[in-house]
Each structure stands twice: as C-alpha cells, then as structure tokens.
C-alpha cells in the first residue's frame, strides 16, 4: 500500500486544523482522538477540554434536546468539514481485469502454450527434398506446399476461441458485479435510523447522518455512527465486532459515555451527538486499514494539496493506509513501516478485531488486501448442500477426465513410435526433429482438448447464472438475499421455525378486551365505569411506562388506520389510552425522558418493562408492564371496583388467570398487565436490586391485545405443508394464544397427533439432571414439536440447533428460521437459512440472516422455497444436458485417437461445442422460471445424490444414441453419402466433407437433447412451457445460426467442408432423432434399471464406491478433504462464485458499516476455517501463487472456467 509522502500527511493535518476557522468548535482529528479513549478516560478528556456533552454539543452548534435546524446548507457545511456517513466502496473491476483474470485458467493456458508451439513449427520446413520420403509417415501426404502453409491455422483458430471464451466469462462477470453493486446499493438503502431534527424525531437513511446530529437508540439498533452519549436508559451494548469481547458494555453518560459504529445495542435506550462519521469512524478507520476506502482517500489528498498552496503529491494512486494508522498510534508507529501489519497490531483497544486481519503477507498490500477481503468474508457456515455436491462431482470428473486425456496423448504417442519406428525401422533423423514435434504437439493438442471437454467448466457459470438470475427476481417477491447460497439451501428446506408476531400475524396490535376494577370488559369500556383513580394509574403506567419513540400517528391516507410507530405492543397500549378518551402525550411532555429516574428496559429474561419516576414530593413511584402470568405473579395487591388496593391472594391469582387470562388467551390475544408500586424516599431503595425492587406490586388492569392472523398466511402454510416442510411457530406468548393462532394458521390441525408446549417444558423435557441438552431428548421432542411457547432465545437456538443435529430422520434436516429481535441472532445464524424482518427486524437480526423479508410476510418465504428449488432444478438440467456432451465427445474423442491417430472432432470444433454451447446452455437452462409444480413434490434433502437415476438414464440413454450414429458416420460415412473418407488424414490436410458431416450432426444432436434437458423428472412434454422462457429460445437459434456459419463458411480453421443442402437435412433429421429417443427413454421405468439406483452419484465414468452414496454427512467434508490435499485447482471457479466480487463481501455483513460485524463472524469461524479460507482465496490471487500450492498432476486439469464468478 505505496506509503505516502510525509508532506501529504501534515497537510492533511493541517487542513483540518483549520476547521476551528470553519466555525465549529473542534476539529475531525480532535474529535477522531476524543473516540479513541474509553470509560472514566474518556469522561475526564469531555470534561476537561468541553465541558461535558453540553459542551461538546455547544462546539458541534446543535442542541441535546431539539438536535440541528436541519437547513441544508449547514448540513452541506457538516458533510464537507466532518465527511459523509459513507465508506466509499472499492471501484469495480475493469472489464480488463476482469478479461485477465479469465486468463489466468490453468487449462486455457495450456492450450495457449500448445497452440503457440504448434503455431511456431508450423513455419518450419525441414531442409533438402527428399526429406519428405526420410521422415517418412511423419510428412508423408503433404499434397502441395499451399497446404503445408497452411498448418498454422489450427494454432491461430485454437487461440482465436480461447479469447472467445476468455471475453464471454469477463462479460459475464461484468454483468453479474453490476447487479450485486445495484443489490447492495439496495441493502443499504434499507437501513435507516431515529434521529432528532428540529425537535421532531424523523427516520434518515444511514448515509444522510452529520456529525452534530442527536440520534435516538434503542434495542435491538447496529450503531451507524460514532457518538457521545447524552442520556440512556439502562444501556448495554455488545462490542464484540471492535473489541472481540463478547461481555455486553454498560454504558451511561457518567460512566462510559462513548458509543461505536458498527456496535449493537442489546438493551436499554438513549440519546447520542454525532461526533464521527463514515471514514472517520471507528469501523470506518478499519474499513480504511484494509484498503476499502480509497477513493475517499484520493478525494482527500487532491483537496489536501489545494489547501496546501501546490504541495506535490507523491503518490496518489496508492490508498494511503499508513496515517490513518499512524493517527490510531499517536506516531508510535513510523510512517514507512514496512507493512500494514505491523500497524494495525499498534492499534489501540480495537486491536483485537485488527488482530484477526493478520497476516498481511505483501508489502504492496493490493493482493493482500484481495486476500484480506475475501477472508473477512470467511464462509459463515459449512458449505451449501449444493456446492457441496457440485465439488464433489467437479473433482471426480476432473480426476475422470485428466486421466482420459493422459491415456489418449499416451496411446497416441506410442502408436506413432511403433509405427514409425518399430514397423517402419526408420531412423530418428535431427531434420526430421520438428516434423515429429509438431506430431507430438498434434496428439497433446488432442490429448488437451478432451481434458477441455470432460470438464464441465459450464457448471459454475450455472450456478452463478441460475442464482444471480434467481436473486434478481427474488427481490420481487420480497426477498432480499444478502447470501447467494441461502437461495439454492432454501430449496431443500425441511422446516421451518417462524415466528409468530409480524410473521404469521399483522403486527397491528389493538387492545380488544380489558379487566379493570375486578370487572372483565370484552370490549373497550366507556371511560365513565371505570374508577377514577384506577384510569388515572393506568393512564399515567402506560403513557409513561413505554418508550417514548413509540407513538400512534394520524394515518397517511384519509380514512384508513392510524399509523403505528415503534413497539407494536406499546403502540396498543396507547391505542387503549386514546379508546379511553384521554391523550398520552400531554403527560409524557409534563415528565419528559431525562427526568425518568430509572429504567428497566424490556428483555427476554424479565420479560417486562419498569419506569421510577420521583414524585413531587420526593418519594418514588414505580410503573410496570409485562406478560401478565409473570407481572402477576410479583402482585401482592390489586386495585378493586373503587379503584382501591386490596390484598391479591395467591388462590385469587389462580382464579384469575382461569377466569381472565385463559379466555383472553383462548381467543388468541396476548395479553398484557400493567402494576405499579409506591417507595419511600428515605432511605431510597437499591435499584440495582431487581428482585427485591420488582415485587410486591399492585396490579392495575390486564389488557388483551389482539394481532390478527395474515389472511394469505393459512394458504402458505398449507403449501409448505403439500411441499413437506413442516412449519413450527416459536414464541414468547402465552401458550394459549400460541395454540389459538397456530390453529387459525393451519400450524396444527385438532385431532392430529402433536405438540404444544411452553418454554419451561420444553426445558425439562430436553434436559438431563445436571441441566444439560441431551440430544437424544431433543429427538423425542421436536418431530411431534408444533408450537414452542413463552420461549427464550436460547430456547430456539436449542430447539434448531437440536433438529439440525439430529441423526434420527434418515436425511439430515435443513431448517429456515424466522427471527426479528436482537436475540434471535444466535437461531439465525445457526439456521441453515435465516429470515430477518425487514420491516420489525432490528439491525442485529438483519445482520444474522441471509434473505431479509421486505415485507415480514410469511407468505414470502413460500416463494423463497420455489426459487430455491428452481435453482436446484436448473442446475440438474444443465448437468443432464452438459454431461451427455461430456461423456459423448470424450468416447468419440479418444476411440477416434486411438483407431483413427485422429479425433473425428478437431479442437477448434470441440472448443466450439464445449466452451461456447456450455456456455449459452447454462444461460438457457438456467433462467427457466419457476412454476407451483415445483411445491408439489418433498425436498431432495442433503444426501440425495445430485444426478438422480433418472437422470442417469437420460444421459446414458441419449449418450448411446449419438455415439451409435457417431461411429457409424465415422466408419461408413463414406460410403452413405458416397464421399471421400477422412480417416487417416495427414498431417495439414484439407478439411473433408467425411469428418464435417460428423462434427454437424454431433451439434445438431446436443441442440435438440438441449430441449430434452428441460425436463429431468421423466415427463414427457418438452416443450411444456418453452415460450415463457425467451431467452432459450433465442440462445436455441442464435447456436443454430452460428453452427451454418462455422460449417459454410468456417474453412480451414474450423476444419469445416461446406455441405449441401441435402447433406444439412440429414444432419438435422439426425439431430430431430433425439426428440423421439427421449420419448423412448422416458417410456423405460427406472425400475428396471436397478443399477442405476446404486450410481445414484454416477458421474460421467467415475462412479461412486457404494460406501460414498450413503455417507450422508460425510459428503461435505468429503469434498472438502479433497481440497486439502489442493485437489484440483479449477474447483476454485466453484468457490470463486462466493469469493470472487468485493460486493459480495458487503453482501455478507449487509450494509456498508457492518464490516465489523464481518469481522467478528470472521473471528468466531476463522479457527475452523482456517485450511477453507486458503481455498477460498480467490484464484486471482496470481498463477504463480496458484501453481506453487501443492498441486502436481492436478494443476493440468483447470478448465477453462467459464464461470469464473
């Protein structure tokens, strides 16, 4: 990372020293310096140098409480002087680069080197004239010099494909880095936060955020700025993503006061000012270090050297990384230190994060930074059920093919010794050397051209194909994918854990029925019967005793619903306040937030919420709120019909939740108790004592809120349902309103054989004595398990961790989970697929997951589950159609070779079929639409093989129909269409009519068995749904158009004799053959071919040992062993479809600051990802890097990969 030049680096300084001249009160430096320290540190530094927060505001020109005017010319001003709240993102590859790095394919290059040799010595003739006769078959049949001329076509023909296929892949990546940037300009368009403007609180997107700006936080928020607390309420926040600790921080304006970008709040809530944002922050001088922020950077130094009256600048094409780091280090660290390693070890607290970033290996630091960016990308979970199996086939066919090819160079090499040299007792002659090269060259030519077609370099560019195709559509069915595999595991999901609220419910919550003065109202009383004093607590416990971001708004359009803001649950509470005549926010302006004198934020141990106030006259009142079998169990009194307290007995709690909470709760309303409870002011109690500070209470009321079933919801589950997914609903309600939705839902159907329990249960049933889950235990519950109530967290991490681990079903099962709270991170992650709530999710939630429903519709993830099987189903189809092509052209290939000392097929023509018709094929294949069929049938599940037996009998069965046809063109072609013969052919001999019509019909067949591959589950109509598919259609013709071309008018290079037009309607009615052959195929049940049942994983001619078709989870880390043994090098096109683009990196940790959040997944997986993560580096990294690993025979077998992603 080039070091930048001294001067630049205190012009930097000064510049911003000047910004005191702006107007503001402190500098980006100082303000950078001020968020480096920590705890008591920090709070003497804002003391002593701003006088406290009101200082710092003061300086920042804003106000604690009305935060800025919002005049956009200020605003501007801020952005200039403090900087935007964006991390630049890196620029996109050229299309150059691009084009390079589809060169750097081993097996491209191979046949660079071949066809530049064969090229070279095709210039070269030995001297003297009878040296025809002396080498004898070597030059025998050279007709006449104008043909010998000719020899170097093939060479050039051979490389003129090569960088055909070298720019449809760069094309394709091109593209595909378009839609993932438009993607992740997409995801961070999501992400917006609370801010306060002109005493009005808005909600901003993240990148409209100035320093200055009062931002509300709150549970559940990923901090997109640096800040300085103001006032918070019972805060805790997690900085593992910068500190790698994972003990929650508590933080309060006189104790900790400083908060981190890219941090996420666990509890509480609070007001900060704005003091860094963007590359200033604390995740952005991260991002900066590993080099994300370069442009940025540049901008800075071209405005560094304005402001320094035509400083030079010595180097502005490196990111300058060295004086952000050097800042970090108070010049601890030299400017030229020698790598950027060394540095970010200096780093202050935030080292532990940076730690996790070593090595850097190159000073220069490009390449290491690639290698960095894909690390902090580190796979979060094993590998996808698809790529899984896709490495473990790419490898077999590879070894397949590799060893096909040696045996074709080899069998042909010798037959040329023997011939020549045994037979024909001829000496070896020093002129004749390069004639006899160039036959050598010849045969590895043909050697690397079966090599070129056994492996399928089209399968990457599938999948990426099939799953770019399948991410663009999906985010019209309201589901953004943050990670590209979740589409494909999707589709094999076999349950799925929802939750309830927003998810299979509205998350519109209305207070319905209520139980007040001892009397049980099933609607909304009119405010007259109830006790005065008893609505004025109650008034007062709800309007005070809720966050006051929570609000009821007038609704946008006229006549429909009043807008809910903030807690759904609140937001009914203070539905029942305005039912009951009376307004919430008089009261809440009379006590506003920071004169609450303590609060007990909401979270899932206590599973209630508290507010103390001081009363006028000095003692306390403290107000709560909760699930009501919880609050009322800490009741020891409750208000009677004059709204005085009386004793609450344990028998009457009983009673009560028969009579009250069970109804309420059997018609499906969750159901809420609001309590109070009065302290002296002397001796003020402990308030860090919880247990004995929330006891003793007098409860008020209990309310039943209803949240009403979606109405499309029923119709998804019961698709789920017909597709074999089993749909469970974990909540933290009430276990009769669970068992009450989940019937409306069709969750569970009365009479059926399942189970409901609750959180506590569920605990003693899974749990030995000593308190430990035991698998086992766990099996007994979960297959019956419907619906998991007042659960914790933990609970549903258990419960999916459970199923996910669970060896009893014969298929390992796949779980999708739905979470929107902080504390569903750990389910979410865990889950095979995790759903976050785009609308209800907090940013902790989103930041777990791999799709984020836009619209928190259950109904969603029905779609998602189509999609996930159309890709599966694609890339079946294109692995139907491509490995009959394989196993078709390599046989042809090599018996040619070894019968004929030719291939019938010459390598121009197999680049043609292999590269170009796999590579239009997978983009016909692979953008079938899907269709409902697709819900009828049970997910494949993990260890069915990728090539079911009716595949297998596809493309064994279409194989033997053109290798048939094939041979019998070849060996008595001549003497059908009564033609010259073109075995045996010489060396540079002209095309023949002979070999021409066999290379025709052969691409004639595989156009129409494209047709075939539409189908893979035996059905009979091809054609079914062809035209809603455009794109196959055109890439059917296009190919149909180009093959003319190529056989009219192709020539020598293409080894291409023009046909008549008698001869193309034999090829073609060849080719229309397969149409038929199909229908006969399909006709044969599979039954009777049992053999094929066993090769379920029959790959090409590489079966499967038995023992591998049944090791179910040994399949992943099959493949993955192979790799650490650098099996085969071209794999990494596979890996390259997660690794290769930078966006996908942002696309791991959702929006542009959660970088950290990557990091921190990176150190949780990199112990177990160590050996992966080289693997998973990308290929580009450089060849010589790629050839050094411990690859020897295997470096030969890289494809040109088409799909490098």
């Known amino acids: 990372m080039g070091d930048m030049s001294n001067s630049d680096f205190y012009a930097k300084n000064q510049r911003n020293e000047g910004n005191h001249a702006a107007g503001f009160g402190c500098s980006v430096m100082e303000l950078r310096s001020l968020m480096e320290l920590r705890g008591t540190e920090a709070v003497v530094k804002l003391q002593e140098d701003y006088g406290a927060v009101e200082g710092l505001c003061k300086r920042l020109k804003t106000s604690p409480t009305e935060g800025l005017a919002g005049v956009q010319t200020d605003l501007d001003k801020r952005k200039e002087i403090f900087g935007k709240n964006l991390i630049p993102p890196k620029k996109p590859k050229t299309f150059l680069q691009l084009v390079w790095e589809a060169l750097q394919d081993v097996t491209l290059i191979i046949l660079e080197i071949a066809a530049l040799i064969s090229l070279g010595l095709s210039f070269y003739h030995p001297p003297g004239q009878t040296s025809g006769d002396a080498c004898g078959a070597a030059a025998g049949g050279v007709e006449d010099e104008g043909e010998a001329d000719a020899g170097w076509i093939e060479g050039a023909a051979i490389l003129l494909s090569v960088v055909c296929v070298v720019l449809v892949t760069a094309f394709n990546d091109w593209s595909k880095e378009k839609q993932f940037r438009g993607l992740q300009s997409r995801i961070e368009q999501e992400q917006k936060f609370q801010v306060v403007r002109g005493s009005q609180v808005i909600q901003l997107p993240v990148a409209d955020i100035v320093v200055g700006d009062i931002a509300q936080i709150k549970y559940g928020d990923l901090l997109p700025t640096d800040g300085v607390l103001i006032q918070g309420n019972d805060l805790k926040i997690d900085e593992s993503s910068l500190t790698g600790e994972s003990d929650h921080v508590k933080k309060s304006a006189d104790k900790d006061p400083m908060l981190l970008s890219g941090t996420h709040v666990m509890e509480g809530s609070g007001r900060m000012v704005v003091t860094a944002v963007g590359v200033n922050s604390q995740t952005g001088i991260i991002f900066t270090l590993l080099g994300a922020g370069v442009e940025e ?5 071209k405005k560094g050297e304005a402001v320094e009256d035509g400083h030079q600048n010595t180097d502005c094409s490196h990111p300058p990384n060295h004086p952000i780091a050097t800042i970090a280090t108070d010049g601890a660290a030299g400017i030229n230190a020698p790598g950027t390693a060394s540095l970010i070890n200096v780093k202050k607290p935030d080292g532990a994060a940076a730690m996790e970033m070593q090595p850097l290996k190159s000073a220069e630091g490009g390449e290491a930074d690639e290698k960095e960016r894909k690390k902090v990308s580190a796979p979060k979970k094993e590998k996808s059920v698809l790529q899984g199996k896709l490495t473990k086939l790419a490898v077999q066919i590879g070894k397949a093919g590799l060893l096909m090819s040696a045996i074709t160079v080899i069998i042909l090499v010798l037959y040329f010794a023997i011939n020549n040299f045994v037979m024909e007792k001829r000496p070896w002659m020093t002129e004749c050397t390069p004639i006899y090269i160039q036959y050598f060259v010849k045969f590895f030519i043909i050697g690397v051209t079966v090599l070129v077609v056994a492996v399928p370099e089209g399968l990457p560019l599938a999948v990426t194909i099939s799953l770019a ?29 929802s939750d309830k609220t927003g998810t299979l419910t509205t998350n519109r919550m209305t207070a319905v029925q209520c139980y007040v003065g001892d009397v049980h109202y099933k609607e909304i009383p009119d405010p007259g019967v109830i006790p005065p004093k008893s609505l004025d607590l109650l008034i007062n416990a709800i309007s005070i005793n809720s966050a006051y971001t929570t609000k009821i708004l007038p609704p946008d359009k006229e006549g429909g619903l009043p ?49 103390v106030i ?155 004595e000593k308190g430990e889950v035991e698998q086992e235990r766990i099996d007994k519950v979960w297959p019956k398990l419907r619906v998991l109530a007042r659960s914790s967290p933990t609970d549903k991490h258990t419960l999916v961790k459970g199923i996910i681990d669970s060896t009893m079903a014969d298929q390992r099962q796949v779980v999708a989970v739905t979470g929107d709270g902080t504390n569903d991170g750990p389910a979410l992650k865990k889950a095979d697929v995790g759903f976050a709530m785009g609308i209800a999710g907090t940013d902790v939630a989103k930041e777990a997951s791999d799709i984020i429903l836009t619209d928190d519709n259950f109904s969603s993830i029905v779609k998602a589950v189509m999609w996930g099987r159309n890709v599966y189903d694609s890339i079946s189809k294109f692995l139907q159609f491509q490995l009959t092509v394989n196993v078709v052209a390599v046989i042809v290939a090599f018996t040619g070779a070894c019968i004929t000392q030719d291939s019938p097929l010459k390598a121009v023509q197999m680049l043609w079929v292999n590269l170009i018709m796999d590579t239009f094929a997978s983009l016909a294949l692979a953008t079938e639409p899907p269709t409902e069929a697709l819900l009828r049938r049970k997910p494949y599940g993990r260890n069915k093989p990728l090539i079911s037996s009716t595949m297998t009998k596809n493309i064994l069965g279409h194989a033997v129909y053109q290798l048939i046809l094939i041979f019998t063109l070849l060996f008595a072609g001549e003497k059908i269409f009564d033609i010259d013969s073109g075995r ?45 598919n455009p794109i196959f259609c055109s890439i059917v013709f296009g190919t149909f158009a180009i093959q003319i071309v190529i056989v009219q008018f192709g020539g020598k290079p293409f080894s291409c004799q023009p046909l008549s037009l008698e001869k193309w309607l034999w090829c073609v009615f060849l080719g229309l053959g397969e149409l038929v052959w199909g229908q006969v195929i399909a006709t044969i049940p599979n039954s009777h ?25 040994e399949e992943i880390d099959h493949a993955e062993r192979e790799l650490r043994r650098g099996q085969i090098l071209w794999f990494r096109g596979l890996n390259r479809i997660q690794t290769q683009i930078e966006v996908v990196n942002t ?29 998973s580096s990308p290929s580009h990294v450089s060849l010589s890097n790629a050839l050094s690993s411990p690859t020897s025979t295997t470096a030969a077998t890289a494809p040109p990969t088409t799909g490098q992603c």
Not at 675 to 682: P, T
């Open 469 to 497: 195709y399948s991410v663009k559509k999906m985010m019209k069915d309201n589901n953004l994918v943050r990670h590209l595999d979740a589409c494909e595991t999707m589709g094999n999901a076999t349950a799925i854990c």
């Open 984 to 1028: 045996n052919a010489p060396l540079h001999s002209p095309p023949s009519e002979h070999y021409t019509i066999i290379f025709n019909t052969f691409v004639m067949m595989q156009l129409f068995n494209e047709i075939n591959a539409r189908k893979i589950h035996g059905e009979r109509n091809v054609f079914d749904g062809i035209f809603r």
């Open 563 to 611: 807008k809910q803001v903030g807690n759904k649950t609140e937001c009914g509470l203070l539905g029942l306040v305005l039912d009951l005549k009376r307004d919430y926010q008089p009261i809440r302006n009379q006590i506003p937030e920071e004169k609450l004198y303590k609060v007990y934020t909401f979270n899932s141990v206590r599973k209630s919420m508290s507010t």
């Open 1147 to 1175: 696309f791991k940790s959702g929006t542009s600051f959660q970088g950290a959040g990557a990091l921190r997944r990176q150190s949780s997986t990199t112990s177990q990802n160590q050996d992966v993560t080289n693997v």
């Open 614 to 768: 001081k009363l006028p006259e000095g003692s306390f009142r403290m107000y709560s709120k909760g699930a009501s079998e919880i609050v009322l169990k800490k009741c020891s009194h409750i208000l009677n019909e004059v709204g005085e307290p009386r004793v609450f007995r344990p028998r009457d709690k009983d009673e009560m939740v028969k009579k009250v909470i069970e109804p309420m709760a059997c018609d499906g309303l969750r159901t809420i108790c609001v309590a109070y409870r009065d302290f002296a002011s002397d001796p003020e109690p402990k308030w860090d004592d919880e247990n004995n500070i929330l006891t003793d209470l007098t409860a008020i009321c209990v309310v039943g809120i209803e949240d009403p079933v979606r109405p499309e919801v029923p119709d998804a589950i019961q698709k789920c349902q017909r597709a074999g997914i089993t749909v469970r609903m974990v909540t933290g309600d009430n276990i009769n309103t669970a068992r009450a939705i989940a019937i409306k839902c069709g969750i569970i159907h009365p009479g059926e054989d399942f189970l409901c329990i609750d959180g506590k249960e569920f605990n003693r049933r899974i749990r030995n």
């Open 1089 to 1113: 071919l049992r053999f094929l049942r066993r090769a379920g994983q029959l790959t090409h001619k590489d079966e499967l040992p038995e023992e591998d078709v049944n090791e179910e989870n």
């Open 297 to 301: 950077e540049e901008k800075k130094e």
